[in-house]
């Protein structure tokens, strides 16, 4: 219990479907992330927002579109995917950016590309 | 060069005993934080500890606790007594004070199995 939600937990689509992925935070955190978890890879970072503004985004392909509508809810918007884009998908939160503030994870959503 | 380097991907320990996960890191910012994380076959990444470069203990919440090593870039994890439910991914992850960066550099992870 981390009070990070995500939904759905599984999704499987097609290529040329569109779907969303969906992250509430109910920690009162500023900052919600996005991580891409592939197998055998380390958790890699896709996008941060602060106080809903984007300030990172590590070179993530457009087929992939965030939104942050507010703090404590975070989108991943899908469109045209790859196989290879099959992951585990996890949202995280935290307070700000500072080295000491800790990021709670949700439980992901596993994302299956046919 | 790797930032987190987590050389075991594999470890057995028996119930009760405990175990030591490594960790080693490399960065050039006087300011940094390290955190371990605990990844069960669910897929939550559950945090653990956190140990600030510039603590002068070592960090402790409750079986866990952090053996850093400044000198040595090194923070190895020590579980105490492990327990069947301790069996999981754990992955070190460092976060760099330098801009006041979000980014959290994980390592590959050690899979710990806990044997009865």
Redesign the interface.
């Known amino acids: 219990e981390?009070g990070v939600t995500q939904t759905p937990r599984h999704l499987v689509m097609g290529m040329t479907n569109k779907k969303s992925l969906k992250c509430e935070q109910h920690l009162g955190h500023n900052?919600m992330?996005w991580y891409k978890q592939s197998a055998k890879?380390?958790?890699e970072?896709m996008f941060?927002y602060?106080l809903e503004e984007r300030?990172?985004n590590n070179s993530v392909p457009s087929r992939f579109s965030p939104e942050c509508p507010n703090s404590s809810h975070l989108f991943l918007h899908l469109h045209t995917l790859q196989p290879e884009d099959s992951a585990?998908y996890?949202c995280?939160s935290?307070q700000?950016?500072?080295?000491?503030?800790?990021?709670?994870?949700?439980?992901?959503t596993?994302l299956t590309v046919l | 060069a790797q930032k987190i380097t987590q050389t075991q991907p594999g470890m057995f320990v028996q119930e009760k005993e405990a175990v030591t996960l490594d960790c080693t890191y490399d960065t050039s910012d006087p300011s940094y934080g390290l955190f371990w994380y605990k990844q069960p076959s669910s897929g939550e990444m559950i945090f653990l500890i956190y140990q600030g470069s510039y603590d002068q203990q070592n960090a402790t919440e409750g079986r866990y606790s952090l053996n850093f090593q400044k000198a040595r870039k090194s923070a190895n994890l020590v579980i105490s007594a492990s327990q069947l439910g301790d069996s999981a991914m754990y992955f070190c992850a460092m976060r760099e004070g330098r801009d006041s960066s979000y980014k959290l550099i994980f390592g590959s992870g050690t899979r710990l199995l806990v044997r009865p």
């Open positions: 981390t900052a992330y890879k380390p958790l970072l941060v602060s300030v990172e585990l996890l995280a935290s700000g950016g500072e080295t000491w503030d800790t990021q709670y994870f949700g439980p992901g596993r």
